[in-house]
């Protein structure tokens, strides 16, 4: 399971999250629009990531869950 | 046991009244002519094991009162007319937030500042729009120290019993006068109050207490849900008092201070052959429409008798489907109309039958 | 029957202090009973006054316009109310502060230089009470059980000293 | 596998209103995670204000009451008054609590109200569509300063830290930020704080937060981060103006 | 010169149409859904030579409405349902100290916060009790955009020649649309206002704008003056559209955005063959007492339609002083009725007689 | 034979409703010497609180305005800014500027409107028969602080001028007391000063007053002034709390 | 006659504007005309939707709660707004932004793909304009000149230079 | 003619004119209260008199004039 895992349906899109990660490994997917019209983050190297939650901690709603 | 017959000023009984009724919440700021009770509350309430504090503003003391009232406490204000404008807003969230509460308005003369002497020109913003949108509150009209005294703790359980504002309507004669005055001990006890924003303490859902809708329908739905409580009040809540009516051809309609003098006029009327009787609404909404018909059932006309410009007789009329009369005498501006005035009144529309 | 009275002076004279021991007096007396002072902002350091019912109906109007009995304890006051006084009526005026003498032949007045009588009998600021013991001796409008318990429940507890002086004012009053 | 970060429990597992990357929901989870850190949810009444945040009871755990416009200081304290062990916060915009709440705001503070105020300034009214606030900053475009706010004719800023420090009744006065990881630590801490000064008694706590409205700045979520830094902060100073300590110096 | 007919939002034809009839001061704080009217007056008032400034709360909105109409400015104000209940102090000090003005309230949904949408719950407010103490303001009731401009110069106009405030109650529905619009030339020229206290540059006695009167003989006396100028404007202000009445067995009462709906639920109850007509009061107060009972001259039922829980009936009842049944359908917390509904309604009517 | 000393020409010859002794008729008398010295008494419109100076439009030449209780620097904002080169002061009681009408104080003084306020502090609401004001000093006995005022229940008395001071948009902000002569003269120096500042378009200023209040405080005229000096100055200290000065430092 | 319109999308598509357009459309052709947002907090960054009535007859309510014309431009209005459209109205829906196809049988659907078409054009945004021009091919209920002038009234002066650019996006909606 | 008058009338015996005296010759008269009931101030020693005007200056009531 990966270390960083966004909310789908809860994530909206802003970004916050990939400014405040220091391995540059979120970004927004432009495949997939969720119910309400956002395309969400995700972490692109799961490998990469040192759970360090930054990303979690910038995110304004809360959709983001990690682990370690 | 007999109880004891003590000299009080209306503000005072007000406050004990209050106090004695379980009120643990008392917000208001100064104004004239009901500094009194705030003055008492703060010798007396804090001993009771409540809170007496004086606000920054009638503002503030609302929305305290909000506060308090919203977290399950019995909770009151109290102020005079301009100062009962300020909580226009306030009253207006408390009804849309279904939370009880006792509001004293102790009248004075107005518009603006006015003057401080006793008035009854805040009918109107008490019975129909105390504040904006579609709602109301219970408005209790005492003509007696003693009867403040009995309407207060009469408000706060009617408020509870329908999760609703009620406001003592008094006037500046009333809160300044002294008369004997006697305090029953009170039995009931407070209801429970489930929806209380006082901490869920992992046992319940957390409660929210609130006025907002966005959705029209929504809120269509809670202010329609909100009629049919006020229904029933009008049903259940209802109350006036009816003197020398049977029988009479002139019913005077008068409330509050001005109905002591209204009956004294009656009296003086009776003496001089004139049938004329008095039907005095003790509560102002409800309006007693039952009441006042049963009164009126053998009046040729209606003499209706306020310290205001006329704000009570489009009800007078309404509850009477406009099928008697209604004549009008009144004083405003803080002018107690004498009850030769009235008798005067009264003979004229016994004249011109 | 009803007693409609008006007490009047300076603010300090105990003019609603007065009114209220007659005021319980009637109260002692079983009777209904209402006082109502005059405020606003005059009150201050301007004069006072206040409005006794004392009667065996219910009371209407607790503001007396045209009172049976005036109680005056300075000049403004006497001047703003000695021609209210209904035909018939009494006035009790201290005459150590009012000089001046009612010109009306249809009520009754009295002189009473009640300051200066109160201070005589080292009852300072007492005049008020000793023009209550003048108008109960003119009208007997209470009875002295109930004047007593009137003082009584009139003083605050706090100062119960004071019980004694003022009875001892309306005796000075009554034997004037 | 061990979660690092998750959902404080006392934030309800429910989609916001707010725009996407505004910041009032960094706002409510700090104060969710202080919340259940001090494990006083349940002892807990929050108060809403009208804004943008209006409908933050859906959101908090604990009980809630939505409060007038500017009145939520009122409404804490008659809360607090008659509640005195429980916990008591308000939570407000700039408009809310620096206009039409000014007097509520400076009264609870000087009275020394035993109570949390969480402020969210944003430099504009959110909820109304972007007019200027008392905090809004000299040269900004509101609706309602279409040509960039001129304090000659608008008005100065007020900076409510500094005015409230000035006041006995006050315990702390700090501002912190949330654009960025460290500022928004710095400011959980400033709100845990505040929540112990109430438990133990010490008085009015106000934590000032720079907040981002990238809505009404019309700038996106992660340029709204930037104006925050970069205008704002040297504007609005962060930092302790008042702390009233261990009590020692009451 | 053919006007150009221009589409314009509701909110800023309001503020348009204000700076053309000479508003010079203009004092707001931004509420939903009016909020366009302050954002067009900050872009427009500067280059008319006006003051536009947003204050700090609705009170102190009006308070400096108060400020600038007791200098002789033409000053406005405008809010929505709460906020225009924390300017009901305000509003009675206005009153009290002979001031005009004009107040714009784009009703929401009510009580409390409520919600956004349209609403017509504060007309017990605006016509019986906008704040404490005997006194009456101005209350227009436009119906569409361009009436919103015509009835704003009037307001100005009839405010100034009565000395009292003036109301232009609309709601969200009419301040969030866009309809076609032309701004007529205004010619009427202000009034001269010897009352105005803006320096008496030591050629006239001090000007006093003042409410107090602590004699109540003598406040009094100033609410019997004013009354006497409200049975003026009775007599020559009250105003209303009657539509397809003369022979309407039943007729509909209702104004501002419900009486476009009633007026097309009217055509539809023609159509079907039922003497429908539609009564229109443009002025709420003075209420069109004289206007409504010749339009029922041959209605056997009248039928009050509102965005409210029934406000207006009492109205209604009492031009009609009860003679003819008076039925109310209506629709509350931002829900619009539908033309359907009330054609439903007629119907009903129509078959029960 | 030279007149020395005489009623000002704008302080209208009627008697006053004020009590023996109290000082807001010297107060009344500085403003009217200071309007009579800039000639500027057809020029200048007045704002009444609603206090006991509530009648004070009897008493002042100038064109008045009775504002409702708290609201007179909103008053003045509206007759000031639609007559920008008229003179508009108010004349405010402690209850009046810094209750119910703190708001429109903070929020007129951040505007920097082009005012003068007087602001007469007597620590209690006089006209209302002595209850607590914010300015009431620990432990003062009022009709509504019968146990005297406890910081700990009423919260602590507000210092206006110090609370002010912190806001861009004021221009003067001065204590001044009127206990003695000297303390009169340098009182009127500061209300002359803020007159001064509006002429000049500098903004907005404020003039606290100590003052008196025999009759609530229960004190005689002469016992008033002896508080004043021996309780209130000390929690209250005069001086000058911001000054911009000539405008360099705008 | 009267044409009641229901357009819905995302804020920022330009919803608003295009409601404008065939508002100003109708009064050019000297016909009533009224348009109403909703507004409310949803709309920052959720949905935006707004009705436009064109009648001969003075409009009565301006709200339309059964189009007889939708304009849909993301899934959520489409979803929120498809069944309410009055059996033989006709809908266009953006089909960049909506998927799903309507199951209804008793109104007309017409599938542009708005937003890619404006996008292909070098009209990046445009979509909504697209879709305008094919509601007035399929319905014809505004003139030809009076669009034109609609779109001149519509844009305001800072902008004039977009005039070219929305009538060239009617066109390429009247043409698919 | 006196350099201190006092306003009979105007006068409300409030006494803060004594204190500010330097010459300490102002006084409170016991003998004729005036319409109001006050005891008013007078000036006991006009020879004394400096004309400084510190008790008008004083006078919350403006009822007293001096000359020189
Ligand atoms: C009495 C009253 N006035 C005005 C409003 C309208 N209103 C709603 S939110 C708001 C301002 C919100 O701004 P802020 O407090 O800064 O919060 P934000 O939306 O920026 O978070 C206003 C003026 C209202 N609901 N009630
Ligand atoms: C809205 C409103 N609230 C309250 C009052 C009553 N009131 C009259 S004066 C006053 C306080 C006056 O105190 P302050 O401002 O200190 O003036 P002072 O009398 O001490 O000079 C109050 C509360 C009022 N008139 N209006
Ligand atoms: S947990 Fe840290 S490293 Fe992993 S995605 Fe988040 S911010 Fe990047
Ligand atoms: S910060 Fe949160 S909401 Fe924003 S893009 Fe990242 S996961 Fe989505
Ligand atoms: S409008 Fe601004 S403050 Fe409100 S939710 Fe959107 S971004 Fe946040
Ligand atoms: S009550 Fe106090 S402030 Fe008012 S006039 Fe009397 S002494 Fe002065
Ligand atoms: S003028 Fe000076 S010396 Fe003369 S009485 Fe007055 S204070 Fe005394
Ligand atoms: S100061 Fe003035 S009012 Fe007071 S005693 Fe002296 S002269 Fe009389
Ligand atoms: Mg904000
Ligand atoms: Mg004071």
């Known amino acids: 399971m990966a270390k960083m895992t966004v909310d789908f349906e809860r994530c909206k899109g802003c970004g916050l999250c990939i400014t405040a990660c220091p391995k540059k490994i979120v970004e927004l997917q432009k495949e997939k629009r969720n119910a309400k019209g956002y395309f969400t983050a995700r972490c692109v190297d799961d490998g990469a990531c040192i759970s360090c939650a930054m990303c979690a901690v910038m995110c304004p709603d809360c959709a983001i869950v990690v682990t370690k | 046991m007999v109880l004891e017959r003590n000299l009080m000023k209306g503000n005072e009984a007000l406050a004990e009244a209050a106090i004695r009724a379980g009120c643990r919440g008392f917000f208001g700021y100064p104004i004239t002519p009901q500094?009194?009770?705030?003055?008492?509350?703060?010798?007396?309430?804090?001993?009771?094991?409540?809170?007496?504090?004086?606000?920054?503003?009638?503002?503030?003391?609302?929305?305290?009162?909000?506060?308090?009232?919203?977290?399950?406490?019995?909770?009151?204000?109290?102020?005079?007319?301009?100062?009962?404008?300020?909580?226009?807003?306030?009253?207006?969230?408390?009804?849309?937030?279904?939370?009880?509460?006792?509001?004293?308005?102790?009248?004075?003369g107005g518009p603006g500042l006015g003057g401080i002497q006793p008035s009854q020109a805040d009918y109107w913003q008490a019975t129909r729009a105390m504040g904006h949108g579609d709602f109301h509150i219970l408005v209790y009209a005492p003509c007696s120290v003693q009867e403040m005294v009995d309407m207060v703790s009469k408000a706060f359980d009617t408020a509870d019993k329908y999760r609703m504002p009620a406001m003592i309507l008094a006037d500046g004669l009333l809160g300044q006068m002294m008369e004997p005055v006697t305090f029953p001990e009170i039995k009931a006890k407070q209801p429970e109050k489930p929806w209380a924003a006082n901490g869920h303490g992992g046992k319940r859902n957390h409660n929210i207490i609130n006025s907002l809708y966005l959705k029209p329908e929504v809120l269509q739905k809670s202010?329609?849900?909100?009629?049919?409580?006020?229904?029933?009040?009008?049903?259940?809540?209802?109350?006036?008092?009816?003197?020398?009516?049977?029988?009479?051809?002139?019913?005077?309609?008068?409330?509050?201070?001005?109905?002591?003098v209204a009956k004294s006029a009656v009296n003086s009327a009776r003496a001089a052959g004139i049938k004329a009787g008095l039907l005095r609404p003790k509560t102002l909404w409800p309006f007693p429409e039952k009441q006042l018909k049963e009164a009126c059932k053998n009046a040729k006309a209606v003499l209706c008798v306020e310290m205001s410009m006329g704000q009570m007789v489009d009800d007078v009329k309404l509850a009477l489907s406009c099928s008697k009369p209604v004549h009008f005498f009144g004083r405003t501006g803080g002018v107690v109309p004498k009850p030769s005035e009235i008798l005067e009144e009264i003979k004229k529309i016994g004249g011109a039958r | 029957?009803?007693?409609?009275?008006?007490?009047?002076?300076?603010?300090?004279?105990?003019?609603?202090?007065?009114?209220?021991?007659?005021?319980y007096g009637g109260l002692m007396d079983e009777r209904e009973v209402s006082w109502l002072p005059s405020y606003g902002p005059e009150m201050r350091?301007?004069?006072?006054?206040?409005?006794?019912?004392?009667?065996?109906?219910?009371?209407?109007?607790?503001?007396?316009?045209?009172?049976?009995?005036?109680?005056?304890?300075?000049?403004?006051?006497?001047?703003?109310?000695?021609?209210?006084?209904?035909?018939?009526?009494?006035?009790?005026?201290?005459?150590?502060?009012?000089?001046?003498?009612?010109?009306?032949?249809?009520?009754?007045?009295?002189?009473?230089?009640?300051?200066?009588?109160?201070?005589?009998?080292?009852?300072?600021?007492?005049?008020?009470?000793?023009?209550?013991?003048?108008?109960?001796?003119?009208?007997?409008?209470?009875?002295?059980?109930?004047?007593?318990?009137?003082?009584?429940?009139?003083?605050?507890?706090?100062?119960?000293?004071?019980?004694?002086?003022?009875?001892?004012?309306?005796?000075?009053?009554?034997?004037? | 596998?061990?979660?690092?970060?998750?959902?404080?429990?006392?934030?309800?597992?429910?989609?916001?209103?707010?725009?996407?990357?505004?910041?009032?929901?960094?706002?409510?989870?700090?104060?969710?995670?202080?919340?259940?850190?001090?494990?006083?949810?349940?002892?807990?009444?929050?108060?809403?204000?009208?804004g943008c945040s209006v409908m933050a009871y859906d959101y908090f755990g604990c009980d809630m009451i939505e409060a007038p416009h500017g009145r939520a200081p009122a409404v804490a304290t008659g809360v607090k008054r008659t509640n005195p062990d429980k916990f008591v916060f308000t939570y407000q915009g700039d408009g809310d609590l620096a206009a039409i709440g000014t007097a509520e705001t400076v009264h609870s503070a000087t009275r020394g109200e035993n109570i949390v105020v969480i402020f969210v300034n944003n430099t504009t009214y959110g909820m109304t569509g972007g007019q200027m606030?008392?905090?809004?900053?000299?040269?900004?475009?509101?609706?309602?300063?279409?040509?960039?706010?001129?304090?000659?004719?608008?008005?100065?800023?007020?900076?409510?830290?500094?005015?409230?420090?000035?006041?006995?009744?006050?315990?702390?006065?700090?501002?912190?930020?949330?654009?960025?990881?460290?500022?928004?630590?710095?400011?959980?801490?400033?709100?845990?704080?505040?929540?112990?000064?109430?438990?133990?008694?010490?008085?009015?706590?106000?934590?000032?937060?720079l907040s981002t409205c990238p809505t009404n700045w019309g700038l996106s979520p992660v340029e709204a981060l930037e104006r925050l830094r970069k205008d704002m902060i040297p504007y609005y100073p962060l930092g302790v103006y008042k702390d009233k300590g261990d009590g020692k110096n009451d």
Request: charged share 20%; proline share 5%; net charge negative.
């Open chain 3, 45 to 176: 350091g301007g004069t006072a006054n206040c409005s006794v019912c004392i009667s065996d109906e219910p009371i209407g109007s607790p503001l007396v316009l045209e009172p049976d009995l005036l109680i005056a304890m300075n000049l403004p006051s006497y001047n703003k109310f000695i021609g209210a006084v209904k035909p018939g009526g009494k006035a009790f005026i201290d005459s150590t502060m009012v000089d001046e003498k009612c010109q009306r032949d249809d009520i009754d007045c009295f002189y009473i230089p009640a300051t200066q009588l109160a201070l005589e009998n080292n009852l300072n600021g007492m005049g008020n009470i000793v023009l209550i013991g003048k108008l109960l001796k003119e009208t007997g409008i209470i009875s002295s059980e109930a004047i007593k318990k009137a003082v009584e429940k009139s003083v605050p507890p706090t100062k119960a000293n004071l019980i004694e002086a003022n009875l001892k004012a309306i005796e000075i009053g009554m034997k004037y």
């Open chain 4, 133 to 209: 606030a008392p905090t809004t900053l000299p040269g900004q475009v509101t609706q309602t300063t279409p040509f960039g706010r001129d304090p000659k004719v608008q008005g100065y800023p007020i900076r409510v830290c500094e005015m409230l420090s000035t006041l006995d009744g006050v315990a702390l006065a700090q501002r912190v930020a949330v654009d960025s990881v460290p500022h928004i630590r710095e400011a959980k801490k400033a709100i845990r704080k505040a929540f112990e000064n109430q438990r133990d008694k010490k008085g009015f706590s106000i934590v000032e937060v």
């Open chain 4, 1 to 50: 596998m061990a979660v690092v970060f998750q959902r404080p429990k006392s934030l309800l597992d429910v989609p916001t209103h707010y725009c996407p990357g505004c910041t009032h929901g960094i706002i409510h989870r700090l104060i969710c995670e202080v919340i259940d850190e001090m494990g006083i949810e349940g002892d807990t009444i929050g108060v809403c204000p009208v």
């Open chain 2, 223 to 260: 202010v329609l849900e909100r009629f049919e409580r006020y229904e029933k009040v009008k049903m259940e809540e209802s109350d006036a008092e009816s003197y020398l009516a049977d029988d009479a051809e002139i019913v005077v309609v008068a409330y509050g201070a001005t109905a002591r």
């Open chain 3, 1 to 23: 029957m009803t007693n409609e009275i008006i007490l009047a002076g300076f603010g300090g004279q105990g003019i609603l202090f007065a009114g209220k021991v007659l005021a």
């Open chain 2, 35 to 108: 500094t009194e009770l705030s003055a008492y509350m703060a010798k007396k309430m804090a001993k009771a094991g409540g809170v007496f504090l004086q606000a920054e503003s009638e503002i503030a003391a609302i929305n305290m009162v909000l506060g308090a009232a919203a977290s399950g406490v019995r909770a009151m204000t109290s102020s005079s007319s301009p100062g009962v404008s300020l909580k226009a807003e306030g009253i207006s969230y408390m009804a849309g937030s279904d939370l009880p509460c006792v509001i004293i308005n102790v009248q004075r």
